[in-house]
């Protein structure tokens, strides 16, 4: 998880999944306001909000809090696990012999760096494999979420990696060339090449990496994409295109997102949303993704990135000097600058992520509220966002209680987001 952190923190984008656009066949989802929610003198929020919550059954509950919950656990796990990998590497002479066998054919410490970084990423996948393929395949098709093969799940892992060495390993040696020319300041400079990346990797992705993935496509010409570019110019959202990915290749989940920067800036609507939400709901998810554009939700979450990185990095220097002076002839890690400690480097990160996951998911949950007032207001469909709030339990949990949204929450629960649209909706009763 430590890499992957590492990686998600720099590529920024959730990679989604895909399957060919609209299926003609189904008939177009209809939006059903439950009894209770629906418009009229004695409409009340409370009430409105339990008849739609009421909409889940009690199975569907049950299975998405053991979903949702089985995941707190999985975090806790992960960080473990990847602790457990970590000591593998350094415990044993596995770290001491990838640094020789790159230094032997190599004679630039730049070149030797790669190829440690990349050694160090493969080998870290496999460790890392039956982890990943327990929490990303099994547990996905035991609760039904996902859709694809073992060879075609296979092959996305195999892509990922692809991309993670060929990037990984170039951040690294860039990082370890700033480790040798300043080896005090190294954790300001650090944080600086550390944004660059991450600037460049959100750039790129939407571009390069994300089609690698699934196949994206303009949305087909029809009222939909009238109703959202619509959307999109009464909001000052400069787009002339919107896109559309077959994420129905891998998984169920309904999603949208907003990736790029400057100029490859766009927002994707996946299959499953256009196939299994009606139409109301489309413009209500699609209000909020242009919410996450008009607030600049990329640019703040990139500054919020960089005091986060500034202070890990901190931190880690700290650390990583007190260990290594302590056990480092043991470990073979002569410090910092040292190839050979970059699994210390690596965990020492990830118990960084792991501490601040509550900041995280706040800052993230944060926005994510913003994004969804934004959304109802630009759209003004209150039961469209109820709706979709309600299709999103099937892998969030639907009430949680008040600390468990603080600290486990990327996203406003169901609970709170239809509440929200429902309290929109009495304000704006005429
Ligand atoms: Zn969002």
Not at 375 to 403: C, T
Request: aromatic share 14%.
């Amino acid at each position: 998880m430590t890499r992957k952190l590492l990686i998600a923190a720099l590529l920024f984008t959730a990679f989604g999944v895909a399957t060919p656009p609209v299926a003609a066949e189904d008939p177009a989802p209809v939006l059903t306001i439950p009894e209770g929610a629906q418009a009229g003198p004695d409409f009340d929020v409370l009430r409105a909000t339990e008849a739609w919550v009421g909409t889940l059954s009690p199975e569907a509950r049950a299975k998405s809090d053991a979903y949702f919950e089985g995941g707190y656990v999985l975090q806790l796990v992960d960080f473990v696990y990847g602790l457990g990998v970590a000591a593998l590497f350094l415990l044993t002479p596995l770290s001491r012999r990838m640094r020789a066998l790159a230094e032997r054919p190599f004679k630039g410490a730049f070149l030797r760096s790669v190829v440690y970084a990349a050694q160090y990423l493969v080998l870290w996948t496999l460790f890392y494999f039956p982890f990943d393929f327990y929490e990303g395949f099994q547990r996905e098709h035991a609760y039904g979420m996902a859709t694809n093969s073992f060879g075609s799940w296979l092959g996305d892992q195999g892509k990922s990696l692809g991309v993670e060495v060929i990037f990984g390993s170039l951040f690294v040696a860039v990082l370890y060339l700033v480790f040798r020319m300043a080896p005090r300041t190294w954790w300001i400079w650090g944080t600086v090449v550390s944004m660059a990346f991450a600037i460049f990797s959100a750039m790129i992705s939407p571009v390069y990496i994300a089609p690698l993935f699934n196949k994206y496509t303009s949305v087909p010409a029809g009222p939909i994409r009238e109703q959202i570019l619509s959307l999109a110019r009464a909001n000052g959202v400069p787009a002339d295109d919107v896109y559309y990915f077959d994420a129905s290749r891998q998984t169920k989940r309904i999603s949208a997102n907003v990736s790029g920067l400057g100029a490859t800036t766009r927002i994707s609507l996946n299959d499953n949303l256009m196939n299994r939400s009606p139409g109301e709901s489309i413009q209500a998810v699609l209000g909020h993704e242009m919410g996450h554009y008009v607030l600049n939700h990329i640019y703040k979450m990139l500054l919020a990135l960089t005091l986060i990185a500034l202070c890990g990095f901190g931190f880690i220097n700290w650390a990583f000097h007190r260990i290594t002076s302590r056990w480092g002839g043991r470990l073979g890690i002569s410090g910092i600058a040292d190839t050979a400690g970059l699994p210390l480097l690596a965990a020492l990160v990830s118990v960084w992520f792991f501490v601040l996951t509550p900041v995280n998911n706040s800052l993230v949950r944060t926005q994510e509220a913003e994004a969804d007032i934004f959304g109802i207001n630009a759209s003004e469909q209150p039961d469209g966002f109820a709706s979709v709030a309600m299709q999103l339990s099937e892998y969030r949990k639907i009430h949680p209680g008040k600390w468990e949204e603080i600290l486990f929450f990327d996203h406003p629960s169901g609970w709170n987001r239809v509440r929200m649209a429902m309290q929109w909706k009495k304000e704006h009763a005429n």
